[in-house]
């Protein structure tokens, strides 16, 4: 014992306990130390014994962890135990590595990939760790809001609104607009939306209108396609940036307005379709959409209104 300095002894522990845990078993050795073997016999007729910093605890007690994840870290290069047991193959690890079984936990519960995680242990910068953590918790909280627009939309298709689709056609003429359009990825729309919108509420200051959008079926069959948002003007547009005139044709459209943000927005779009197939003759054409009322406006979602206009030739009375 004389290796080990004093002051750094723990309180004493109860060979009891140290035998439930697991460290000591019943006649065997008090102490196994980390490096080369030092070990002492167990005092005839004590009950209590000192445990120094450096003892080699059995890990799935301490840790509470299973004994497979502590394996599966094992395997995977994230938690290396201070020693095997070659008879039993159980392993044993110090006290100071339990702080990093743990937080290998609590990142695995997370589902921060295997890399991530050996990069997070590996930095020795506390901002890289902060980064690489937040930007999981980023992607996991978009795939939350994800999940619950699905969530949201299935609900509103077995339980749909009790009263009819009001659809209006409508006749929309020529326009010549400025607009911000490009090729993108659906699951990027929402971003380059916000981004499209900001220089168009840059280039054009005084509106003569809501602002909308264009999009092509492609984006929404195949997840990309051409998209365009615009807004309305009294004189012609000037280009800047990204922003540049575009003419509109004159359309048909088979009109109806969704209520509330867009995580049901989906439904709403089946409805109208539906109701095309019965009433009208869809034809080819992008969908167009008009923003009346939305983020821009209100943080109130439920007050939020989507113009969605379906090309249609009309091939019945309504």
Same mark, same amino acid.
């Given at each position: 014992m004389s290796r080990i300095p004093k002051a750094s002894w723990q309180p004493p522990v109860?060979?009891?306990?140290l035998n439930r845990i697991g460290v000591v078993q019943p006649g065997e050795v008090t102490h196994c130390w980390v490096g080369p073997p030092h070990c002492t016999?167990?005092?005839s007729g004590t009950n209590e014994i000192p445990i120094p910093d450096g003892v080699v605890f059995g890990g799935a007690q301490l840790t509470h962890l299973s004994i497979r994840t502590l394996r599966r870290y094992h395997d995977t290069g994230l938690l290396a135990p201070a020693r095997v047991d070659d008879a039993t193959g159980y392993r044993y690890y110090r006290a100071e590595q339990i702080p990093a079984a743990q937080v290998i936990h609590r990142l695995r519960q997370l589902d921060l990939p295997l890399a991530e995680v050996r990069?997070?242990?590996?930095?020795? =910068?506390?901002?890289?760790?902060? =980064?690489?953590?937040a930007g999981h918790l980023q992607r996991l909280e978009d795939q939350l809001e994800r999940t619950r627009a699905a969530v949201a939309s299935l609900q509103r298709l077995l339980q749909p609104r009790p009263a009819g689709l009001r659809v209006e056609l409508r006749r929309v003429p020529a326009a010549t607009v400025p607009a911000v359009q490009a090729t993108v990825d659906l699951d990027e729309v929402l971003g380059w939306y916000t981004g499209a919108m900001a220089e168009l509420d840059a280039a054009v200051p005084t509106p003569a209108g809501p602002p909308g959008g264009l999009y092509d079926n492609e984006l929404f069959t195949t997840g990309r396609g051409h998209a365009l948002v615009y807004l309305p003007v009294a004189e012609p547009p000037h280009p800047t940036g990204r922003v540049h005139p575009v003419a509109l044709p004159a359309a048909e459209l088979a009109v109806t307005t969704h209520p509330g943000d867009h995580d049901t927005i989906d439904v709403t779009y089946g409805e109208l379709?539906?109701?095309v197939v019965e009433h009208a003759l869809a034809v080819a054409g992008p969908v167009r959409e008009r923003y009346l009322r939305g983020p821009r406006d209100t943080h109130d979602a439920a007050s939020w209104r989507t113009e969605i206009g379906w090309p249609v030739y009309r091939i019945t009375p309504t």
């Open positions: 109860r060979l009891s306990v016999a167990s005092p990069r997070v242990l590996a930095s020795p =910068d506390p901002a890289e760790r902060a =980064d690489l953590i379709g539906r109701w």
